[in-house]
């Protein structure tokens, strides 16, 4: 095939490189870091956002009528009185780690998100996969006169509740990690659910989930295809519902609410955010709903006083691409020749989504792209010095903080930010996305490759 001539968004692949450098690293799989000019003060960049605080707090009030079903459903969840809700801690060791290790100082205080250790299926996508199945349990059973306002929602583990949801189905692409949330949470109210997986999903995830009683579809081709895939067959199923990771509101509402369950845990931690006490949060990012989400919850509940950046593997840096050329999710890493191959599972994205891009390009302060051997080196790190153990995505944003010290643009970024003299009081927040249930033998074949000789 002869590429020397082909169009990519209406220019040759020349034309790209010359007008934006970051395109030349990003094509040589170099690690790179892209500062956002498109960001907006946050009073200016609401003004033109679809989305409002008013639909979080209804996707928060969403989930706390589902709490008692979940205190029955999944025993696990009743230590937290049935809200599904991760830890967050300071690892200050792993700050020390870093610092000697990159040879920086990281202003203020390091503190992990560990979102890998969410209930039911162990990552970030249990905020939005398992809301969005809520959500369409909960119309249907209001479609069918099973619940109204004030109903006692343990209902919903019922053999009636079951009986009608089994007349549904939902259906969804993934490359594992949403497949898992979907799927576990939709058999367990009594859908009939097909999860379409790319061929770098993991099997102990296919295993899990057949296990579940979910219909597992593999795929030889990656996430884009599967989802396509997904998308056609639920199209021809009236009574199937496609869970549309890269373009659904429901999805990305659900991880919005992590915004005000975050401002919660951090005052109960007596941790200030506000703009003499910046908030850095760093968010691996594979088509954009999870990250997006969590980021935009928030900037609308900190503004100004928090700076999101998304962290991507060098390999899928699709976000990083769609938002630097302005493209957004017209563009995608494979046009110039990327492979999109990555060990980071849920990062394997070669084209971002499209809805995430445009609402997220005013909120986000910029987005970087390390090499999956950093992250490896980082998952080792971090299981010695703090015996936390995380899939390797969960580390691409540990990167962050190190490269706001190191990286030239981010720099510039602190001080054109006027937060220089703020950053000694600053909170840098790893947003860590998944990892507790990687089986044993496999944690143990992430934490060798890690290890350096
Ligand atoms: C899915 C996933 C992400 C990224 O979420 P997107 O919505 O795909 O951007 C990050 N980390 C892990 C572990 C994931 O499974």
């Given at each position: 095939m002869s590429t020397v001539n082909k169009q990519i968004c209406g220019k040759t692949k020349e034309e790209w490189l010359q007008e934006y450098p970051i395109i030349k690293d990003i094509c040589t799989y170099k690690e790179a870091v892209w500062c956002n000019p498109f960001k907006e003060p946050f009073e200016k960049a609401i003004l033109s956002c679809p989305l409002t605080k008013a639909d979080i707090k209804a996707a928060d009030a969403r989930l706390k009528r589902f709490a008692p079903y979940f205190k029955v459903a999944f025993p696990e969840t009743a230590a937290l009185d049935g809200i599904l809700e991760s830890p967050v801690q300071e690892i200050q060791n792993m700050k020390s780690v870093l610092e000697n290790k990159e040879h920086v100082s990281i202003p203020g205080n390091l503190w992990i998100k560990l979102d890998s250790h969410l209930p039911i299926s162990g990552s970030i996508k249990a905020r939005g996969g398992i809301y969005e199945v809520l959500k369409i349990a909960e119309?249907?059973?209001?479609?069918?006169?099973?619940?109204?306002?004030?109903?006692?929602?343990?209902?919903?583990?019922?053999?009636?509740?079951?009986?009608?949801?089994?007349?549904?189905?939902?259906?969804?692409?993934?490359?594992?990690?949403?497949?898992?949330?979907?799927?576990?949470?939709?058999?367990?109210?009594?859908?009939?659910?097909?999860?379409?997986?790319?061929?770098?999903?993991?099997?102990?995830?296919?295993?899990?989930?057949?296990?579940?009683?979910?219909?597992?579809?593999?795929?030889?081709?990656?996430?884009?295809?599967?989802?396509?895939?997904?998308?056609?067959?639920?199209?021809?199923?009236?009574?199937?519902?496609?869970?549309?990771?890269?373009?659904?509101?429901?999805?990305?509402?659900?991880?919005?609410?992590?915004?005000?369950?975050?401002?919660?845990?951090?005052?109960?931690?007596?941790?200030?955010?506000?703009?003499?006490?910046?908030?850095?949060?760093?968010?691996?990012?594979?088509v954009g709903g999870g990250p997006g989400g969590v980021a935009f919850g928030l900037k609308m509940i900190f503004g100004d006083a928090v700076h999101c950046f998304f962290a991507e593997p060098t390999h899928s840096c699709c976000m990083m691409l769609g938002m630097a050329t302005g493209k957004n999710n017209a563009i995608s890493v494979q046009d110039f020749g990327l492979d999109n191959c990555t060990a980071a599972d849920g990062l394997a994205v070669g084209r971002a989504s499209g809805f995430v891009g445009s609402l997220m390009l005013p909120f986000i302060s910029g987005c970087y792209s390390l090499d999956d051997s950093r992250m490896f080196h980082m998952l080792t790190a971090l299981a010695d010095a703090e015996n936390i153990y995380l899939e390797p995505s969960a580390l691409a944003g540990m990167y962050g903080p190190v490269l706001l010290e190191k990286s030239f643009d981010f720099r510039n970024y602190i001080k054109k930010e006027n937060l220089d003299s703020s950053m000694m009081h600053s909170t840098q927040l790893i947003w860590a996305t998944g990892g507790s249930m990687v089986p044993k033998n496999e944690m143990l074949s992430y934490y060798k490759q890690g290890q350096i000789s």
């Open positions: 119309d249907i059973a209001l479609e069918h006169n099973l619940i109204r306002e004030g109903s006692d929602y343990t209902l919903f583990n019922t053999e009636n509740f079951r009986k009608i949801f089994s007349q549904y189905a939902i259906a969804v692409g993934s490359t594992g990690n949403l497949g898992l949330s979907i799927g576990i949470m939709s058999a367990k109210l009594g859908f009939r659910v097909t999860v379409h997986m790319s061929a770098d999903a993991r099997q102990w995830k296919k295993d899990m989930l057949r296990k579940a009683g979910v219909e597992v579809l593999e795929y030889k081709s990656d996430y884009g295809i599967a989802v396509a895939e997904g998308r056609k067959a639920a199209q021809s199923d009236p009574s199937c519902h496609f869970i549309d990771d890269e373009n659904s509101q429901t999805l990305f509402l659900g991880y919005t609410v992590a915004g005000l369950r975050l401002k919660k845990q951090l005052e109960e931690k007596k941790i200030e955010v506000d703009n003499k006490h910046p908030l850095f949060v760093y968010l691996p990012c594979g």
